[in-house]
């Protein structure tokens, strides 16, 4: 079933170019990790409590759109009797101007099916849409309609239906920051403008895990949890982009997706093993920790 979800802004790298072979489509392609030393002072400047370490992840594709106009958000994974779809918002040109859809993907990258949106311009910048309750997917409709926050959506062979929903509270939506709760519910990552802090809600103490010190080395997007609430996933567009592992237990800090305009990270397990699903301007993508055989 679908996992909690969650999703990120748009990765803007300000790094050293990554070389690297013509990308063959459905494949994997080892990606070289800049090395723990490469962002020493910009580390230690806004993140002095953490320590950067350098495993290296790998990146697949699971789908890029022949239009180059076409970009995807807010990916998220389901777990359908045992078999893994994605779903995700995408937006693209046309005669009409600029249209919002909504697309469910099976494991191998081929369209299930696709319904377009009103209102997705809105629903795309929430950090906490696309949220699961029951057999329904909902995502926020527009701004003004106070009294129907949601919107539902459900796809499948009997087809695509919504519905407006009153009872479900949108309040991180209007705030100036964003949570993210541990599947254990014991622990909160929060993005401030400049800060990402971290609080134990077992022993009430409040960490600051990364402090900006100078603007515009960290922007934050969106993040999500692992299943153990032990590692956190986030994108940043800032000046160390673009998704990171944030180990809170270790206090460590990956990047595990160099790669330019990577974010809307969403972690998942299938198979025993972990996975990211990520956006890229027109594809969607898989990382994993580079495997030792």
């Given at each position: 079933?679908l996992s909690?979800?969650?999703?990120?802004?748009?990765?803007?790298?300000?790094e050293q170019?990554?070389?690297?072979?013509?990308?063959?489509?459905?494949?994997?392609?080892d990606?070289?990790?800049?090395?723990?030393?490469?962002?020493?002072?910009?580390?230690?400047?806004?993140?002095?409590?953490?320590?950067?370490?350098?495993?290296?992840?790998?990146?697949?594709?699971?789908?890029?759109s022949?239009?180059?106009?076409?970009s995807?958000?807010?990916?998220?994974?389901i777990d359908?009797?045992?078999?893994?779809?994605?779903?995700?918002?995408s937006?693209s040109?046309?005669?009409?101007?600029?249209s919002?859809?909504?697309?469910e993907?099976?494991?191998?990258?081929?369209?299930m099916?696709?319904?377009?949106?009103?209102?997705a311009?809105?629903?795309?910048?929430?950090?906490?849409?696309?949220?699961?309750?029951?057999?329904?997917?909902?995502?926020f409709s527009?701004l003004?309609?106070?009294?129907?926050?949601?919107?539902?959506?459900?796809?499948?062979?009997?087809?695509?239906?919504?519905?407006?929903?009153?009872?479900?509270?949108?309040?991180?939506s209007?705030?100036f920051t964003?949570?993210?709760?541990?599947?254990s519910?014991n622990?909160?990552?929060?993005?401030?403008d400049?800060k990402?802090v971290?609080?134990d809600?077992?022993?009430?103490?409040?960490?600051?895990?990364i402090?900006?010190a100078?603007?515009?080395?960290?922007?934050f997007?969106?993040?999500s949890?692992?299943?153990?609430?032990?590692?956190?996933?986030?994108?940043?567009?800032?000046g160390?982009?673009?998704?990171?592992e944030?180990?809170?237990?270790?206090?460590?800090?990956n990047?595990?997706?160099?790669?330019?305009?990577?974010?809307?990270?969403f972690?998942?397990?299938?198979?025993?093993?972990n996975?990211?699903?990520?956006?890229?301007?027109?594809?969607?993508?898989?990382?994993?920790?580079?495997?030792k055989?």
């Amino acid at each position: 079933m679908l996992s909690s979800l969650i999703f990120c802004i748009a990765c803007n790298v300000q790094e050293q170019e990554i070389n690297s072979e013509l990308e063959v489509p459905g494949s994997i392609e080892d990606t070289e990790m800049d090395p723990p030393g490469t962002y020493p002072e910009i580390i230690a400047g806004s993140a002095p409590e953490l320590t950067a370490i350098a495993v290296p992840w790998e990146q697949s594709e699971i789908y890029c759109s022949n239009n180059a106009s076409e970009s995807f958000y807010q990916i998220r994974a389901i777990d359908r009797d045992g078999e893994i779809s994605y779903i995700v918002f995408s937006s693209s040109e046309n005669r009409k101007g600029l249209s919002f859809y909504f697309n469910e993907f099976d494991g191998m990258g081929e369209l299930m099916s696709r319904r377009e949106l009103d209102n997705a311009n809105y629903s795309l910048s929430d950090k906490i849409n696309l949220q699961r309750k029951g057999d329904y997917i909902f995502y926020f409709s527009s701004l003004e309609d106070r009294h129907a926050r949601y919107f539902s959506l459900i796809t499948g062979e009997h087809g695509d239906t919504t519905q407006k929903v009153i009872d479900w509270d949108r309040h991180h939506s209007e705030s100036f920051t964003s949570d993210f709760t541990s599947p254990s519910g014991n622990k909160v990552v929060t993005f401030y403008d400049t800060k990402l802090v971290l609080r134990d809600l077992t022993d009430k103490s409040t960490d600051t895990l990364i402090n900006q010190a100078y603007s515009g080395v960290w922007s934050f997007g969106q993040g999500s949890w692992n299943d153990k609430s032990t590692k956190f996933y986030f994108d940043n567009s800032g000046g160390v982009a673009c998704i990171w592992e944030l180990d809170v237990e270790n206090k460590t800090l990956n990047k595990i997706v160099p790669e330019h305009y990577s974010d809307h990270p969403f972690f998942f397990v299938k198979d025993s093993t972990n996975y990211i699903a990520y956006c890229e301007n027109h594809c969607i993508k898989l990382a994993t920790i580079l495997s030792k055989n």
